[in-house]
């Protein structure tokens, strides 16, 4: 590594820097040395590194623009690997031990860039050039290689392994921004007893006063905002959030910040606020001024020199000019002589200056131009020459120098206020857009309300806090306004310089490399509403949202299209304020964390039993395969047992519901398409629920209990949406009926005992309910107990065998599927899992809604038409069945289909087309819904629905699944025991 | 996001709740003496206003309770929040009162 002098830029005295901190850090692979308190922007420049990135588009050279969010050049990459940021602001990076930094968009180094070719061939590339240019033979010709050659830094593969935190605060008052007049308001608020929170998001409170040469009561601005920060400290209904941003204001003032932690655990936390009132104490961001080349490293915002001399002891340049349009800029010249710097020339657009001004720029021996601009620049890693010219284009010679100070003028930033749909208005004098109507909760003080003096914001600020405590119901005693002893330099008039039509490139969006030339053909082909124009040309579209450039490129339009800049307004401005990491939206939302597992009460006996588990909402054991043996080995090996001798499900995720009251009956008569006031008590009916479409939304067993008590089983996925809409029908439709509701899902685990050898196992465990048919036949429900347990235990079916279904509590599963699997070892007991239930119901035609239904299946669809038109009585959906839609003969009905060849399995999902010779495409006439390979019957089954499919049994069709043809049958979907004599003993 | 005022448990982050639609919609009296019209009337068709808005929602994640709002449906602003069962005092600018 060459020698070097450490920050050959830097001051030897002065600044907020910390110089018994030094802190390396690396930029492209080298290494150089900053201070604590600097940032890398300021760390850079004192190394008097002036090229850091390359351009958007034309992969032009570029330096640091300015010092804050604002910054449209220095974009660069933090970090290495997966924590690797990219686009980074430079001025918003505060140094840390060991950062690693790259310049990014360049190859192979930032110095020497191959892109730059683009720049070359510009001509070539105006907005908008590939919407014209690659059309032929399409857009998507060329889609890949243009995305692959556009966009700023690389986007991350990997996981993020940040961490990112959430909070979620309430607050009175929501201060947005730490500068003077935002510390004020804290103060005054917070002696009152206000809530208060206040956000900024540099990393250190202060604002302008860490970079103005003020004085405030006697004191420095730094010190003075280091007492009210310390007072404000103190209090406790006061909440100070240091580098944090406020990203987006929504309905009813709900508004997001996104804090960037250092030295916590996280990298990032996202919060939501709710504050009673807001307060925007955001101030004003400096614009840039266009001419042409006005791009080159060493051109920079003349507050951001302030900022970098007077904040960080870095002298950006030695041989400095400045080029303004208003009296803010001649602050920095003043600054700069305070270090013995001199500023050479002053390009002034006005033609007539104060004469305060004039004598001070005299004084110190700076040459000042009125009434002229700059023709052009120099320097193609960093300026070094500045030609001007008189406003009517005659040439005025050149000056050497090695950096430009620019200002613009100042917009305030109200981006806040527009995301609650403020509406701003053009203001002439300063030649910015200003707050007019203000949304409710909102205030707007200090520099982004308009004011140009220190004085004035305080006055301001203090006026505008009081008046919001005293609608917060605090009144005690209000403060007054601090007395300003010295002031910078106010922006009083602006004058705005009319356009150079020089053949150089004039940017007027830094970010995005749009220059005039792109506004010019945006005027030419009639894009010439600002929000038009914006998409057409993308001026302030990149990630700095044009924070630098949207005013001039509004001036720029107005003069192009001869209209007032109040006519053009401005384009909508959307949260976030500045870019925000997916990590923080995300939050601790992930992988795990993203949604909480349901684990089934016995589940830790499942993975004893080596259950083969899948997610159904609960983790669910699918099947419980031996030693060597596949999935599908496993579930024919249950599906036997279960038919054969017995088998032990956990059924507890099935839903439970109970419903009591006077009116139970009533009420689940208007819910069921079934009969439920005939019902007896212990006994159970199946059931559907339609929604008011006519639509089957879950189907299921109900049990009378007792008179007024119902126990509703549902789908395990349906019970909460089930609950949902009783409630909803109870409380906004039938609300004289007395009925209560209670989910008791997860209050009961619910054991399945199926098979011939069922009624022996459960003697086995001892009860003392009588299982005889005669007693509990099927579709009955019986309480006592079961194994010592509190049980219920209902004759229901799912599988087509003998069939009892014990609910015993929650807590008592785990001992009870042991003892079940104990004691019922002698009769052959096989625990079965999901999937083996799922072969059963086929085999037995059993509807599972949601599978072998979707949104438009009605009743009759699935073979329950008679059921439905039988009632008298109304139920939810009952018209709806009699719309002519719902009528129609060709409707898709429930059928079974068989392969011809047995051996041929049949893919769910594959289409049925007619005969078995149908040419493709053609319109499809169904879908199979559910298929296995039956192990009783030694074939392949199918369910599925097809147009007017119950009249059209034993009709050969062809199942049809991308590659595959499969010829197929329609059967009954009862496959297997047609006479359900399995059922009845 | 809305900051809704739940009559039962106070103000609550949208998120707690559910939106239910267009409130005050009668449902026919006997059903199957609507025409086919009249239920799809019932069925589909809701008014969308730009202004106030007579909606119903459902504390989801709370007391699990309906009510119904007024809302402006340009502003959002809430102007009204009023249980099941009961009238809105804030009448739109046609001054046509609801249905039910």
């Known amino acids: 590594m060459r020698s070097r002098v450490d920050n050959p830029a830097r001051l030897s005295d002065g600044g907020l820097i910390d110089r018994n901190k030094p802190l390396q850090f690396s930029f492209n692979g080298v290494n150089y040395t900053g201070y604590e308190g600097d940032t890398l922007a300021s760390a850079l420049l004192a190394n008097d590194i002036k090229l850091v990135a390359r351009s958007f588009k034309y992969h032009r050279p570029r330096g640091v623009f300015t010092a804050g969010e604002e910054e449209p050049c220095a974009l660069i990459e933090i970090g290495e690997g997966d924590a690797r940021t990219p686009t980074s602001r430079a001025p918003m990076i505060p140094l840390v031990q060991g950062l690693i930094t790259n310049s990014q968009n360049c190859w192979p180094s930032v110095n020497f860039d191959i892109g730059r070719v683009l720049d070359f061939t510009h001509i070539f590339w105006p907005a908008g050039f590939y919407n014209k240019t690659f059309k032929w033979p399409s857009w998507h010709t060329w889609e890949n290689l243009i995305r692959k050659s556009t966009g700023l830094g690389q986007a991350l593969t990997g996981p993020d392994p940040d961490h990112y935190e959430q909070v979620n605060a309430h607050c009175d008052l929501l201060i947005c921004g730490g500068g003077p007049a935002g510390l004020l308001a804290a103060r005054t608020a917070g002696r009152l007893g206000v809530r208060v929170m206040l956000v900024e998001q540099d990393q250190s409170f202060g604002g302008t006063l860490n970079w103005e040469q003020v004085q405030i009561e006697g004191k420095s601005g730094h010190s003075w905002s280091l007492n009210i920060i310390d007072e404000l400290d103190s209090m406790k209904n006061v909440m100070l959030l240091p580098h944090t941003t406020v990203v987006g204001n929504y309905d009813h003032n709900v508004t997001t910040l996104l804090q960037t932690g250092q030295g916590t655990a996280w990298r990032e936390c996202f919060w939501t606020v709710r504050p009673k009132k807001i307060l925007l104490a955001t101030g004003a961001i400096e614009q840039g001024l266009i001419f042409p080349n006005n791009d080159r490293p060493g051109i920079m915002l003349a507050s951001a020199v302030r900022h970098y001399l007077n904040r960080y002891a870095v002298v950006p340049g030695r041989n400095v000019m400045v080029a303004t349009n208003n009296d803010t800029a001649y602050q920095t010249v003043f600054d700069l002589a305070r270090k013995q710097i001199a500023v050479s020339t002053v390009v002034d657009i006005r033609t007539e200056v104060s004469e305060e001004i004039r004598q001070g720029m005299a004084d110190l021996g700076t040459a000042l131009i009125c009434g002229v601009r700059i023709s052009d620049t120099r320097g193609t890693r960093g300026i070094n020459k500045v030609s001007i010219e008189s406003l009517d284009g005659k040439i005025m010679g050149s000056h050497q120098c090695d950096l430009l100070a620019v200002s613009g003028g100042w917009s305030p930033r109200l981006h806040l206020l527009a995301h609650a749909r403020g509406k701003l208005r053009f203001e002439p004098a300063s030649q910015s857009f200003l707050a007019d109507t203000l949304p409710p909760g909102f205030t707007v003080t200090g520099s982004a309300a308009g004011c140009s003096k220190l004085t004035d914001t305080l006055t301001d600020a203090i006026r505008k806090t009081n008046n919001i405590c005293s609608q917060l119901g605090f009144t005690g005693k209000h403060a007054t306004a601090p007395v300003v002893d010295k002031d910078a330099l106010g922006s009083t008039k602006t004058v705005t310089a009319p356009l150079n039509s020089g053949k150089h490139r004039q940017w007027i969006d830094l970010a995005h490399d749009v220059t005039l030339l792109d506004a010019e053909l945006a005027v030419r082909e009639g894009f010439v509403s600002v929000e038009h124009f914006k998409r057409f040309t993308t001026t302030g579209m990149s990630v700095d949202q044009g924070k630098t450039g949207n005013l001039n490129a509004i001036i720029a339009l107005a003069a192009l299209t001869g209209r007032e800049t109040a006519d053009i307004g401005t384009t909508t401005f959307r949260p976030p304020y500045v870019p925000v990491t997916l990590g923080a939206i995300a939050g601790g939302n992930l992988g795990e964390f993203y949604a909480p597992r349901r684990y089934l009460p016995a589940h830790t006996l499942h993975q004893q039993l080596n259950a083969h588990f899948a997610d159904y909402d609960w983790q669910r054991p699918e099947c419980y395969p031996r030693a060597g043996e596949t999935v599908e080995d496993a579930v024919h090996r249950e599906v036997l047992a279960v038919r054969q001798s017995v088998g032990i499900f956990d059924n507890s995720p099935i839903g439970k519901i109970e419903v009591r009251g006077t009116d139970a009956a009533e009420f689940l008569n208007r819910v069921y398409i079934n009969n439920v006031l005939t019902l007896k008590p212990g006994r159970a009916r199946y059931g559907l629920m339609l929604n008011e479409n006519g639509v089957i939304i879950d189907d299921g067993v109900f049990v009378r209990l007792s008179e007024n008590h119902f126990l509703v089983h549902t789908t395990s996925g349906a019970v909460s949406r089930i609950v949902a809409m009783m409630e909803e029908w109870l409380q906004c439709e039938w609300s004289h009926l007395r009925v209560l509701i209670d989910d008791i899902t997860t209050q009961w685990a619910n054991f399945t005992l199926a098979g011939p050898r069922a009624r022996e196992v459960l003697n086995a465990l001892g009860t003392d309910i009588d299982l005889s048919a005669k007693n509990l036949p099927h579709m009955a429900m019986a309480s006592g107990s079961v194994a010592g347990l509190k049980a219920r235990v209902a004759r229901i079916s799912f599988s087509g065998e003998l069939s009892f279904e014990v609910s015993i509590p929650a807590c008592t599963a785990q001992h009870f599927m042991q003892t079940s699997l104990n004691l019922g070892q002698a009769f052959g007991i096989t625990p079965y899992g999901i999937e083996t239930l799922m072969v059963l119901r086929t085999e037995k035609g059993y509807l599972h809604v949601g599978v072998d239904t979707d949104g438009s299946s009605t009743p009759d669809d699935i073979g329950w038409g008679h059921v439905a038109r039988k009632k008298t009585t109304d139920y939810i959906g009952k018209r709806s069945l009699f719309r002519p839609a719902n009528l129609a003969g060709d409707r898709k009905q429930l059928v079974g289909l068989e392969p011809l060849d047995s051996k041929q399995s049949i893919p769910v999902g594959g289409h049925l087309l007619p005969g078995t010779e149908q040419q493709v495409p053609v319109r499809t006439e169904g879908w199979v819904t559910s298929a296995c390979y039956s192990p009783n019957l030694k074939r392949y089954i199918a369910l599925a629905v097809l147009a007017g499919g119950r009249q059209r049994l034993d009709e050969l069709l062809t199942v049809f699944d991308e590659d595959r043809r499969i010829a197929v049958k329609v059967v009954s979907p009862l496959f297997y025991d047609t006479e359900n004599e399995r059922l009845k003993d | ?100």
């Not at chain 2, 998120?15 to 449902?27: K, L, N, P, V, W």
């Not at chain 2, 009296?29 to 086919?36: G, I, K, L, V």
């Open chain 2, 1 to 100: 996001m809305l900051r809704i005022k739940c009559p039962w448990c106070g103000v609550r982050d949208q998120t707690d709740f559910q939106f239910g639609g267009e409130s005050h919609i009668a449902r026919p009296e006997t059903p199957e003496h609507a025409s086919d019209a009249e239920w799809a009337n019932y069925l589909y068709f809701r008014k969308n206003p730009k202004g106030l808005h007579y909606e119903r929602w459902v504390h989801s994640y709370g007391c699990r309770q309906w009510f119904n709002i007024a809302r402006d449906t340009l502003t959002h602003e809430i102007i009204e929040v009023y249980k099941m069962g009961e009238q809105p005092s804030t009448r739109s600018d046609t001054g046509k009162a609801n249905k039910k």
